[in-house]
């Protein structure tokens, strides 16, 4: 009889303690490497080894409104060439980004300008978007250090993770928290803070669509923490990756032709 007892007590004690035991295995940190790859995405989603796409971008502030309409292509992440589509005032205004050079064309005066690595964190077209932002002169992979973190309040199912510049390159941020869904790693939001901790804006993405065989957030939408009634929303109208493009798209003899 007492054989029979802790028979049974072995049972239940499996069957209580088991299903705890499977998931610890199955949920097992991520490996640098898996991390690395993960970056890897964030940082060609937009662009793959080559993208084209056609998009809005819509700049809210408390004294006025504009959407511009634009064209964009990438070549890799060293390539990069935007034309401006409309309103009629902009029309024709490009940026061009080449290894790590940059320029922009204004069309009204014939000038071009080449930025120079200190203005890459400065304001895209008035928008809340950096140089940076749009031409992706520093990536998550190879300019950042990173690492996984818990938050309070967590959302289920997502990874977060830290991602701190490295010291030697003009980041203005002292860091920055990626929340990515972990069943089908698409990006939720990226948190930036100051080297002080200090939440300096939130960039959301929404409206996963497929666009050329490939899933990606249509809408990102930037949102400054510190400044109140400013908000910067680009829409993606189209996309296709992974086709040919004309490399002298990414020239400074097309960024200065005048549409």
């Not at 295995?25 to 993208?51: H, T």
């Not at 309040?153 to 928290?177: F, H, M, N, S």
């Not at 990006?187 to 959301?204: A, S, V, W």
Request: proline share 6%; charged share 25%.
């Amino acid at each position: 009889m007492k054989h029979m007892l802790k028979a049974l007590a072995l049972v239940l004690v499996l069957l209580f303690v088991l299903p705890y035991l499977v998931p610890a295995q199955q949920n097992k940190p991520m490996q640098d490497a898996e991390i690395r790859e993960l970056l890897k995405k964030m940082d060609q989603l937009y662009r793959s080894d080559s993208s084209y796409a056609q998009v809005e971008m819509a700049i809210t502030t408390p004294y006025w409104q504009r959407t511009l309409k634009m064209d964009f292509w990438s070549l890799g992440m060293k390539q990069t060439f935007i034309r401006i589509l409309s309103p009629k005032k902009e029309r024709g205004m490009a940026t061009l980004r080449m290894d790590n050079e940059m320029w922009n064309f204004l069309p009204n005066t014939n000038k071009t300008m080449k930025i120079p690595p200190s203005m890459m964190m400065g304001s895209w077209m008035g928008s809340d978007f950096t140089n940076d932002d749009l031409v992706k002169e520093y990536t998550f992979l190879e300019d950042y250090t990173f690492q996984l973190i818990d938050v309070p309040q967590p959302e289920a199912g997502v990874l977060y993770i830290k991602c701190t510049p490295r010291p030697d390159l003009p980041i203005v941020w002292g860091w920055v928290v990626m929340a990515v869904r972990q069943k089908d790693k698409m990006p939720l939001h990226y948190d930036y803070f100051d080297e002080k901790g200090k939440l300096m804006r939130q960039m959301i993405y929404k409206e996963e669509t497929v666009f050329s065989g490939r899933t990606i957030p249509a809408v990102m939408e930037l949102v400054p923490a510190n400044k109140t009634g400013y908000k910067t929303v680009v829409r993606y109208l189209k996309a296709t990756f992974d086709t040919d493009i004309d490399k002298t798209i990414f020239s400074l003899r097309n960024l200065r032709t005048n549409m």
